[in-house]
C-alpha cells in the first residue's frame, strides 16, 4: 500500500531494478543469444526510416514485420525471391571530421538511398523467434482509469480488429489521434497493452523533441513503463514484458538501464493517476494549495437542470471560458503569455479569441464553476471536469494555455490546451460531448466565416496559433481542425461557403502526411477544388508571421499548387529517376493518386503533369493507371507508434 508519493516512487524504482537483472537472467543462455543476434537486426530504423518503411508497404498493400537488406537476408539464411521490389529508407554517410581542436570524430554528413525487404519478400530457413506468453487474467478493475487517461490525453481508444494492427497488439496513431487495441485478447493482455501505449503518448510524441531516434529505445521504453506499471498493481507481465524488452533492445541491459529516469517517472505518473482500488490509492492533492478564485457580490445560483440540458453544458463552457481568461492575467500566466508574445501573438488578438490559462492545481477551475452554482455532473458532462475513481472531481487542463473552439455562431463547445509547464502530451483537447465533437468543428471558423463565404476561399492551416498569427496579419479565411485531421464532415461544412481549400500545413514530414491524408477524401464527389501551399521545411504559418515574413506566406498561398500535383511531387521525390527500375515504381505508385480525381479536368491536368514530370508520354501515365486495381481512395500514410504488446 503507497500511502504517500515517496512510498510509491520507492516501490517503482524497485520494480524497475527487478526488469533489469530479470532481463539479464534471461538472455544469458545460448538459445537467447542465438534469438536476440537475430532481432537485434530488425530493431535499429529511426523515427523516418520506419516511416518510409510503413508508407511504401501500405502502398503495395501488405504490413512489414522483419526488414533487412539484401545481404542481411543472405547472412540468415534467406533470399530475396526475384523481382520483388526494394523499400526505400535513407542510410546516414559517415566520415571523419577535423573538429575546431585539431581532433577527428566521426559525423553524419548525408544521406544516400539503398533498399531493403520485408521477410515476407524472402524465402529460406525460418529465423529463431523471441516467444512471448500473453499476460493471462480477467480484465483489471483499473482499465476505465487507464482508458480515461488516454482519452484525457486527446486520443480516442478503441478495442477491434482493425486491419492496421498487423500483428501488432496495439498501435498509437498520432495523426488520427486514436489508440487501437486488438479484440479477443486476455483482459489482463488488454490492460497491460493500453498501459504500453498510454507510456507512447506520454513519451514519444513526434513533436515534443525528446523522442529517442531509435524505435528500439521507444519500444524499451513503452514496454518497461507497461511491465512496472501493471507489476505494481499486482500484474505479473513478466512472460511478455521481458521477451518483448529483450527483443527490441537486442538483449543490452545497458539500453534499459539507459532510460531508467524516463521510465521510472513515466510509470509513477501513470500510477498516480490511475487511483487504483484495492487499497494502492495515492493520497490526492491537498484541497486548500491553490486558493479558490473569488466570485464578488454573486450568490450561488440554484443547481435546477440537469446534464442533458444542452443550455447549461453551454453556460459551463462560457463559465470555464471567462475563469481561463482571468488564470491568464494571474502570475501564474506569465509563461503563457511570454509563449504567445515569442509566437507574435498580440494583446489584443489574446483577448478577441478569449485565450485563457489552466494552472497547475487540481481544483481551481472545479472550485470556481462550483462556486457558479453547477452542479458535479453537469461539470462533468461538459468536459472541463473530470471524475476520479474516488469520486473526487479534478481539472482536465492543468499547467496549459487554453484555446477555446467555438462553433460558427461564436459560442464555446471545448477546449484545446496546450502544454507550458509540467509534463504530458503537448496538446490536449476536450473529450467527446454533447457538444464538443471534433470531428465536425473547425477552430476559427466563427470569425472566419465571413471572409471564407465573401472569397469563396478557405485556408486550413495545423496549428491554433498558425490561425491566430493569420487573422492577425490580416489574413481571415483561416480555420484550423481541433485535435483530428481533415474530415468530410469538415468538408461538408466549407463546401456550403467555399469552392477552394488550400492547405497550409506545417513544411515537414508531419504537415506532408496531413496532406496526403486529405487527398484521401478528395475522391468524394465534392465542387471543391483543393491546392496546398507550400512552406519552408519546419516552418508553419505562424512561425513566418512573427518573423516578419507575411509577404513569403501570401505568396506560398496564391502559388499554391493543386494538391494532385503536390502529391506526385512528394512521391517522385523519393526514388532515383535515372533508374529504370526506380521510375517504373515511381510512375507506378504516383498513378495512384490519379483515380480518385472525380474532375475530368482535374484527372487530366493530373495526368498531364504526372507525364511532364517524369517525361514520359501520357498514354504511358494512362496504361498504368488502367492496369492498377481499382481502390476506394488513396494508400494511407500513417505515422503510428506501433507495438506488438
Request: charged share 25%; net charge negative.
Amino acid at each position: 500500500m503507497w500511502k504517500t508519493d515517496q512510498s510509491r516512487s520507492g516501490a517503482v524504482e524497485r520494480l524497475h531494478a527487478e526488469l533489469t537483472e530479470s532481463l539479464h537472467a534471461l538472455v544469458t543462455s545460448e538459445d537467447w543469444q542465438r534469438a536476440l543476434a537475430v532481432a537485434v537486426r530488425f530493431h535499429d530504423y529511426s523515427f523516418s526510416n520506419t516511416q518510409l518503411i510503413w508508407s511504401q508497404a501500405a502502398a503495395r498493400g501488405f504490413t512489414p514485420s522483419r526488414v533487412a537488406g539484401y545481404r542481411m537476408w543472405q547472412q540468415m539464411g534467406r533470399q530475396v525471391r526475384r523481382g520483388e521490389r526494394g523499400i526505400g529508407i535513407l542510410a546516414p554517410i559517415v566520415r571523419n571530421i577535423e573538429t575546431d581542436s585539431g581532433e577527428e570524430e566521426r559525423r553524419v554528413v548525408g544521406f544516400r538511398g539503398v533498399h531493403v525487404f520485408d521477410i515476407s519478400q524472402t524465402d529460406g530457413e525460418p529465423l529463431p523467434e523471441i516467444a512471448t506468453t500473453l499476460v493471462e487474467g480477467d480484465l483489471p478493475a483499473h482499465w476505465n482509469q487507464v482508458t480515461d487517461l488516454i482519452t484525457d490525453a486527446g486520443f480516442d481508444l478503441s478495442v477491434g480488429d482493425a486491419d492496421r494492427l498487423g500483428d501488432a497488439n496495439g498501435i498509437t496513431d498520432w495523426q488520427q489521434r486514436a489508440v487501437v487495441i486488438r479484440a479477443g485478447l486476455p483482459g489482463a493482455q488488454r490492460f497491460k497493452t493500453a498501459v504500453h501505449e498510454l507510456a507512447h503518448i506520454r513519451l514519444h510524441e513526434p513533436a515534443s523533441g525528446t523522442r529517442p531516434a531509435c524505435r528500439g529505445i521507444v519500444e524499451v521504453e513503452a514496454e518497461s513503463v507497461a511491465y512496472v506499471v501493471c507489476a505494481g498493481l499486482g500484474i505479473d507481465s513478466a512472460g511478455y514484458s521481458l521477451p518483448y524488452v529483450a527483443s527490441w533492445s537486442g538483449g543490452d541491459v545497458d539500453k534499459v538501464t539507459a532510460t531508467a529516469n524516463r521510465v521510472i517517472g513515466c510509470a509513477r505518473d501513470v500510477l498516480g493517476g490511475l487511483e487504483p482500488v484495492r487499497g494502492l490509492e495515492p493520497d490526492p492533492p491537498p484541497v486548500d494549495r491553490t486558493p479558490r478564485l473569488e466570485t464578488a457580490n454573486r450568490e450561488p445560483a440554484a443547481p435546477t437542470r440537469g446534464p442533458s440540458d444542452s443550455s447549461v453544458l453551454a453556460e459551463v463552457l462560457t463559465a470555464a471560458t471567462s475563469v481561463y481568461q482571468r488564470l491568464l492575467r494571474e502570475p501564474e500566466g506569465a509563461p503563457a503569455l511570454e509563449y504567445l508574445r515569442q509566437r507574435g501573438i498580440g494583446d489584443e488578438a489574446v483577448t478577441r479569441w478569449r485565450l485563457g490559462y489552466a494552472t497547475g492545481s487540481w481544483e481551481t477551475v472545479t472550485a470556481a464553476l462550483r462556486d457558479e452554482g453547477f452542479t458535479d455532473e453537469i461539470l462533468v458532462a461538459s468536459g472541463v471536469v473530470a471524475r476520479a475513481r474516488t469520486g473526487r472531481l479534478y481539472d482536465r487542463m492543468r499547467g496549459r494555455l487554453v484555446f477555446p473552439i467555438h462553433d460558427a455562431a461564436g459560442a464555446p463547445r471545448g477546449f484545446a490546451g496546450r502544454a507550458i509547464v509540467g509534463d504530458g502530451p503537448k496538446y490536449l483537447n476536450t473529450p467527446e460531448t454533447d457538444l464538443y465533437q471534433k470531428r465536425t468543428l473547425l477552430y476559427g471558423m466563427h470569425l472566419a466565416h465571413q471572409p471564407i463565404a465573401e472569397t469563396g476561399k478557405a485556408i486550413v492551416v495545423e496549428g491554433y496559433t498558425d490561425v491566430i498569427a493569420a487573422h492577425q496579419a490580416g489574413i481571415g479565411n483561416v480555420v484550423a481542425t481541433s485535435g483530428t485531421a481533415l474530415t468530410p464532415q469538415h468538408l461538408e461544412t466549407l463546401e456550403k461557403i467555399a469552392t477552394a481549400v488550400t492547405l497550409a500545413f506545417d513544411g515537414d514530414q508531419a504537415g506532408l502526411t496531413a496532406a496526403q491524408r486529405t487527398g484521401e477524401l478528395d475522391h468524394i464527389d465534392r465542387n471543391m477544388q483543393f491546392s496546398v501551399a507550400r512552406l519552408p521545411n519546419g516552418q508553419d504559418p505562424a512561425d513566418l508571421l512573427a518573423a516578419g515574413d507575411r509577404r513569403l506566406l501570401r505568396e506560398a498561398i496564391t502559388d499554391a499548387v493543386p494538391l494532385a500535383h503536390h502529391l506526385i511531387d512528394q512521391i517522385l521525390s523519393q526514388h532515383n529517376l535515372d533508374e529504370p527500375e526506380a521510375m517504373v515504381r515511381a510512375i507506378r505508385t504516383a498513378a495512384a493518386v490519379v483515380p480518385p480525381i472525380t474532375d475530368p479536368a482535374a484527372r487530366a491536368q493530373a495526368v498531364s503533369y504526372l507525364a511532364t514530370r517524369i517525361g514520359r508520354d501520357e498514354a504511358l501515365i494512362q496504361q498504368c493507371i488502367q492496369d492498377r486495381t481499382p481502390r476506394p481512395g488513396l494508400p494511407r500514410r500513417r505515422d503510428t507508434g506501433r507495438s506488438l504488446g
